[in-house]
């Protein structure tokens, strides 16, 4: 399913994820370890907003994103 956005997919779980014990144990050209504390953070300008879930049946992030470019075209 396509997603858009500063992120591209975003994964749920119940169970809370261990940023600081993060490993990056493979090969990168662009990502380090100092950059993983900033890749939770978002600009002033992306104040959290209530939503809808997206799924296939109900694209509603691609309705949000048309919806947020019209601005941009007016």
């Known amino acids: ?6 992120w591209g997919f975003v994964l ?4 809370r994820y261990d940023w600081d014990g993060m490993a990056l ?8 370890p100092a ?7 978002f600009d002033a300008d992306m104040a959290r907003m209530p939503t809808s879930i997206s799924t296939q049946d109900t ?3 691609w309705r949000y994103y048309l919806e947020d470019w ?3 075209r007016e």
Request: aromatic fraction near 10%; hydrophobic fraction near 45%; charge should be positive.
């Open 70 to 72: 019209r601005r941009w």
């Open 59 to 61: 694209a509603a992030v």
């Open 12 to 15: 749920a779980s119940n169970v």
């Open 35 to 41: 950059l993983l504390p900033r890749m939770r953070q």
């Open 1 to 6: 399913m396509p997603s858009f956005g500063e």
């Open 25 to 32: 144990d493979v090969p990168l050209c662009y990502l380090e």
